[in-house]
T-cell receptor, first 112, second 117 residues
Framework: GQQVMQIPQYQHVQEGEDFTTYCNSS?????IQWYKQRPGGHPVFLIQ?????EVKKQKRLTFQFGEAKKNSSLHITATQTTDVGTYFC????????????FGKGTLLTVNP | DTAVSQTPKYLVTQMGNDKSIKCEQN?????MYWYKQDSKKFLKIMFS???????INETVPNRFSPKSPDKAHLNLHINSLELGDSAVYFC????????????????FGQGTRLTVV
């Protein structure tokens, strides 16, 4: 099945610095989703990208889907301590697979 | 109201015991999942169900037996617990997954932290 490789595994930043996490696939993705999991919490959906080259913004978060639909990124501008958590990308094998496969996640820590 | 609720939140048990985790969703979704999250935070799918039918069994040992009495419930029973079963187990649900572009977000329960001693 499809797999998404996510990098980096860990990222530590000073508050106010930017942060980016990347997901890459060897095959074309039908769509990609992003989730955030706070420490001790559960994954929470952030966004879904479907179209080639799509860019979506949520306040300080910018999500991109590559033109070839094989990669995606999440960029946070001017990180805050509330951004701490693990960010996951996830892809589903469309059709009848009913399977949402997660990347290994990027743990973001922010030094105040 | 909690959209996806699972119980218990914590479970500490001895090796060899049998335990169950319950999950219920009130979102009207037709697809439910069990995920296992290990100490490295890797979220691995175990099972997915659609309208009470097993769709995905991701090479999970047969000590793990999911049961879906109706599409709002997906319970997980584990026999003969082993130390390696210690992890956080998440139940999740979604609507429309598997129908191409009609995929929707997955809602997760709060998780059950299972510790086998």
């Amino acid at each position: 099945g499809q797999q998404v490789m996510q990098i980096p595994q860990y990222q530590h930043v000073q508050e106010g610095e930017d942060f980016t996490t990347y997901c890459n696939s060897s095959t074309t993705l039908s769509n990609i989703q992003w989730y955030k999991q706070r420490p001790g919490g559960h994954p929470v959906f952030l966004i879904q990208l479907v179209k080639s080259g799509e860019v979506k913004k949520q306040k300080r978060l910018t999500f991109q889907f590559g033109e070839a639909k094989k990669n995606s990124s999440l960029h946070i501008t001017a990180t805050q301590t509330t951004d701490v958590g693990t960010y996951f990308c996830a892809e589903n094998s469309g059709g009848s697979n009913y399977k949402l496969t997660f990347g290994k996640g990027t743990l973001l820590t922010v030094n105040p | 109201d909690t959209a996806v609720s699972q119980t218990p939140k914590y479970l500490v048990t001895q090796m060899g015991n049998d335990k169950s985790i319950k999950c219920e969703q009130n979102l009207g979704h037709d697809t439910m999942y069990w995920y296992k999250q290990d100490s490295k935070k890797f979220l691995k799918i175990m099972f997915s169900y659609n309208n009470k039918e097993l769709i995905i069994n991701e090479t999970v040992p047969n000590r793990f037996s999911p049961k879906s009495p109706d599409k709002a419930h997906l319970n997980l029973h584990i026999n003969s617990l082993e130390l390696g079963d210690s992890a956080v187990y998440f139940c999740a649900s979604s609507q429309g997954l598997g129908r191409g572009l009609m995929n929707t977000e997955a809602f997760f329960g709060q998780g059950t932290r299972l510790t086998v001693v």
